[in-house]
């Protein structure tokens, strides 16, 4: 079982969050996800949706960029970066610049379909996103396409709220499994939910959780990350 942890770049301050980095990678968290703030995070709950304006009147988006190369250093497995496509679109040269240090970008707003012309331009590895809604065809199309695993979303909506998994959803997700991992995304909170999404998927991303436990300082962080590590399945 594979758990993944999602920090937004810098938060809340840069010193802190490369500290939280460095306890991701000393209490052996399978990979990060570092989240690039953008001005309109569509897929964000009010959690982090107010963690990314918060970093934008601190720091350029250059700034997190740079970010990047240092956890980089402190941060030994797999290593990705979320944000939405304007950012790689408008800024294309200074993405592939530090794209060069990850394993994967998750472009939170594009489609499966649009993400491998995505992949295409910017030449590098994009992961596929699945959801409730997502048709046999575009489930097909994830898997054909994945290099790495599906990031299936668990729930509609936004991130944050509780974990659930209604019985289509787990056929759907059964049915990608068969043929590349699976990793489980938006309302997964504790070590319980761990546990749950631990029967149906390879992995779960934990991010909402993640910044509210930063938040209240970095011991609680490091407390709660030895909670979920205590059962990993």
Known sequence: ??????????????????????????????????????????????VLEKVSFEML???????????????????????????YSNIPHSLKDQFNKYSKVLDGVILADLPT??????????????????????????????????????????????????FALDSQTVQKINYCKKHTKVYLGFGIRNANDVAKASQVSDGVIIGTQAAIELQKGIQDFERFIKSLKLINL
């Open 57 to 83: 009147e601190k720091y350029s988006t250059l700034d997190f960029f740079e970010s990047l190369f240092e956890v980089k250093k402190l941060f030994k497995k797999r290593l990705y970066a979320m944000t």
């Open 1 to 46: 079982m594979n758990i993944g942890i999602y920090l937004v770049s810098n938060y809340p301050k840069k010193s802190t969050f490369l500290e939280a980095v460095e306890i991701c990678n000393n209490l052996d968290v399978d990979f990060l996800e570092i989240g690039i703030p953008f001005s309109d995070p569509i897929a964000d709950g009010e």
């Open 113 to 162: 379909r649009e993400a491998i012309i995505f992949e295409k331009k910017l030449g590098c590895n994009i992961i596929k996103f699945a959801t409730p809604e997502s048709r046999l065809s575009d489930l097909d199309l994830a898997i054909k396409s994945t290099k790495d695993f599906i990031y299936f979303i668990s729930k509609r909506g936004i991130t944050g709220g509780n």
